[in-house]
């Protein structure tokens, strides 16, 4: 069955410091993969998305991801946070047939000063 | 502009009624679909639309029911039937319907609704 795990509910990290959010996912087929960021009691924004080709994915924001698939994660990074990120991310893995996403439940960023 | 809209951003419902939420999309996009939002458990599907006048069950489908009688159009009610239905609801769409490809969901802002 496929499914995301986002290990860790909430990070908190100080601005100007290195992020790395981590995603692994059970999926039978080839992965379509997925990040979004979701500020509170707005929608999601797609950040960046994995369909083929080049395992590094570049994002919105400043934002990257690696696909891999011996580990089946698709962990994202920023190298340098800013106190504008602290949101919500989601991992999501999309089927190929029919289109049905499946999400993590979510890590919650908090950004200090 | 071009993007999915949801109405109203908050619903207030007391309980044994019905309520319909309303999402519309002017990106062209085949498919459609509404996302249950609970604080801890990430986003669940209730139903989705990938066609006018067709639509599928998601993973929690029951005391909510939907229709899809244009292509822009996906309202969702929340019958009396839905047990706990205070949540926050998303409504997505994607370019296309799937079949053996998987296309990108965008979201709307989403509606909160508390039952008093």
């Known amino acids: 069955a496929q499914s995301v795990t986002q290990p860790d509910i909430h990070i908190t990290v100080s601005e100007g410091a290195s992020l790395e959010l981590r995603c692994n996912y059970s999926?039978?087929?080839?992965?379509?993969l997925f990040w979004y960021v979701q500020s509170p009691g707005q929608g999601l924004q797609l950040l960046l998305k994995y369909f083929s080709g080049d395992t590094l994915v570049q994002g919105i924001k400043g934002f990257e991801a690696e696909f891999k698939r011996s580990q089946s994660s698709f962990n994202l990074r920023k190298p340098s946070v800013h106190w504008s990120d602290a949101a919500e991310y989601f991992c999501a893995v999309g089927a190929n047939t029919g289109n049905q996403f499946y999400f993590g439940t979510g890590t919650s960023l908090t950004v200090i000063p | 502009d071009g993007g999915i809209t949801q109405s109203p951003k908050y619903l207030f419902r007391k309980e044994g009624q019905n309520v319909t939420l309303s999402c519309e999309q002017n990106?062209?996009?085949?498919?459609m679909y509404w996302y249950r939002q609970d604080p801890g458990q990430g986003l669940r599907l209730i139903y989705y639309s990938q066609i006018v006048n067709d639509f599928q069950k998601g993973d929690i489908a029951e005391g909510y029911s939907v229709s899809r009688e244009k292509k822009e159009s996906f309202p969702l009610t929340v019958t009396s039937a839905q047990k706990n239905p205070t949540a926050f609801y998303l409504c997505?769409?994607?370019?296309?319907?799937?079949?053996?490809?998987?296309?990108?969901?965008?979201f709307g802002p989403g509606t909160r609704l508390t039952v008093l």
């Open positions: 999926y039978g087929a080839t992965p379509y």
């Open positions: 990106l062209n996009h085949d498919a």
């Open positions: 997505a769409s994607s370019m296309r319907s799937g079949g053996t490809s998987t296309d990108t969901q965008y």
